[in-house]
């Protein structure tokens, strides 16, 4: 079992990039990172939540989507390619919206 050590929100650009089939992907912004630890203390792990509540190692989740890789994009540089079509782009980052 692990335990959550520390809580911060994430920084505008961070997205969390999802594979829906072998060819599709998805990406969604980062909205928090957790720090975990073991619980003897030992080994420490670095997740991100995205904005859809996903995170890789979550079984529960029930998307059926694999994670791929945390990128980087900087806000000004516009939004990933694959980034979640609920997403826009706002001047304190990225946040969801709901669909039409």
Do not use: N
């Amino acid at each position: 079992m692990k335990r959550i050590v520390e809580i911060v929100p994430a920084r505008p650009g961070w997205y969390a990039r999802w594979r829906l089939t072998p060819e599709r992907t998805r990406c969604y912004p980062v909205s928090l990172w957790a720090l975990l630890e073991e619980a003897d203390g030992g080994g420490r792990e670095v997740i991100g939540v995205d904005c859809a509540g996903q995170w890789p190692g979550d079984r529960d989740d029930g998307s059926g989507a694999e994670f791929v890789r945390y990128l980087f994009q900087t806000p000004d540089s516009g939004l990933p390619e694959d980034a979640e079509p609920t997403t826009r782009p706002h001047r304190s980052g990225p946040y969801p919206v709901p669909a039409p």
